[in-house]
């Protein structure tokens, strides 16, 4: 399986931002889709996730209401929009496949994941 992240740069705060991660080598539309991120000195962390089986979408409080994560099956893509960006946002965005359904925060229980793709907020 394959993962390719992309739609990292540098963005001003406030601003807004797309990151897309396309998926092959197995079926994309059942298995858990999300996106961590790791911020220079920092440990991995979830930012969001969507279940394969209802695409309900689950969030880090951090970003809760600021990005949006969502799926296209046809395309094999992950989407997270991100909105209203701040400075403590940039990081490597790594997109991520679990076949585990539900609200899936722990990163070990992804089985696949991107070259991680980045993006630097300025203040």
């Known amino acids: 399986v394959q993962l390719q992240a992309s739609g990292g740069g540098l963005v001003q705060a406030g601003g807004s931002l797309r990151l897309s991660c396309a998926a092959s080598?197995?079926?994309?539309?059942?298995?858990?889709a999300g996106w961590f991120r790791q911020a220079p000195g920092n440990v991995r962390e979830f930012v969001a996730a969507?279940?394969?089986?209802?695409?309900?979408?689950s969030y880090a409080d951090s970003v809760k209401g600021r990005f949006t994560i969502s799926r296209d099956n046809a395309k094999s893509t992950v989407f997270l929009q991100m909105n209203t960006l701040k400075p403590e946002d940039t990081a490597v965005y790594y997109c991520?496949?679990?076949?585990?359904?539900?609200?899936?925060?722990?990163?070990?229980?992804?089985?696949?994941w991107g070259q991680g793709t980045e993006f630097t907020v300025s203040s």
């Open positions: 991520a496949q679990s076949p585990y359904a539900g609200t899936i925060y722990e990163d070990y229980k992804y089985d696949a």
């Open positions: 080598g197995r079926t994309f539309k059942i298995y858990t």
């Open positions: 969507i279940n394969y089986r209802d695409g309900r979408p």
